[in-house]
């Protein structure tokens, strides 16, 4: 997208977004740290809803240190009016538990003293300070041009094609602070940060696809779409094992030969009928009388 239409629909954006939103402008005088904090509840949620998160939590612990050295989970239940309390208190702790370590205080107040460029770095590098919060806190505390991107704005950038999603993954889009004068940042970004918490917290809400549709017609294909769920493939019936039959299985005859029993069976009865055969050719079968010749050889008793 060239910058001129980019600017083009960052200026309807704007004024659309008008009509819908009331801009919030934060105090300038509030301690860095502080700022910085309420960050840490404001990404994906509405204004309203993150002062009143910080709120309650400030009354729920003593001060800051009991805070830092609580768990996330003690943390998350005082934020549970937050989109996402475990990441919120994930994000708030880290940064307490960071200035602490480096300054063995709260208080990052020397950092308005520094150049902008090197309080910036000084941000980047504390755990827990996302970039949305280091924006946040350059545009509210440091006096600085930056427009705070979370995730429910950067989809909304997308959808309305003023961001690509490889820029909306990188977290940045390119040429926003150029096209948006700071005399107009804090309002651009309150309104769009709210248009991005509506989204965030109801992604498929009428409402928000009809803004959305408003600012941009085309933006139909880009609209979050439910997903599907198909219903789980039916396994199939088992199946019967075969049944076995258990009896014994008959003896198969071998070709050209017979059964061994029926064999020997075969060969007793030859042997039998030979037998018969034999006694018939010598007489009845008797056995016959010595003959005088033998006998006379045979020795008196």
Known sequence: ???????????????????TYKPVTARGDQPLLETLLFACCLENAHHGVAQEALSKLRDSFFDWNEIRVSTVKELAESLSTLPDPPAAAARLKGVLQAVFESDYSFDLEHLKKQNLGAAIKRLQKVPGASSF???????????????????GTLDALVIVGVATPAEAANGTVAGLERAIPK????????????????????????????????IAP????????????????????????????????????????????????????????????????????????????????????
């Open 1 to 19: 997208m060239s910058t001129t239409n980019r600017t083009a629909l960052l200026n309807k954006l704007q004024r659309v977004l008008k009509r």
């Open 183 to 214: 005399s107009k940042g804090q309002e651009f970004a309150s309104l769009v940060h709210e248009l991005g918490a509506d989204l965030f917290a109801s992604p498929f809400s009428q409402t928000v696809r009809d803004l959305l549709l408003s």
């Open 133 to 151: 919060g280091v924006a946040y806190a350059t545009q509210v505390a440091l006096g600085g041009h930056a427009i705070p991107l979370d995730k």
């Open 218 to 301: 085309d933006a139909k294909d880009r609209l979050p779409k439910r997903v599907s769920k198909k219903p789980p493939a039916k396994s199939p019936a088992p199946q019967e094992p075969p049944k076995v039959d258990k009896k014994k299985p008959k003896e198969k005859e071998v070709a050209g030969k017979k059964p061994a029993g029926k064999a020997t069976a075969e060969k007793r009865a030859a042997g039998a009928s030979k037998a018969t055969a034999a006694s018939r050719k010598s007489g009845s079968g008797r056995p016959k009388k010595a003959t005088a010749k033998v006998l006379s050889k045979r020795k008196p008793r």
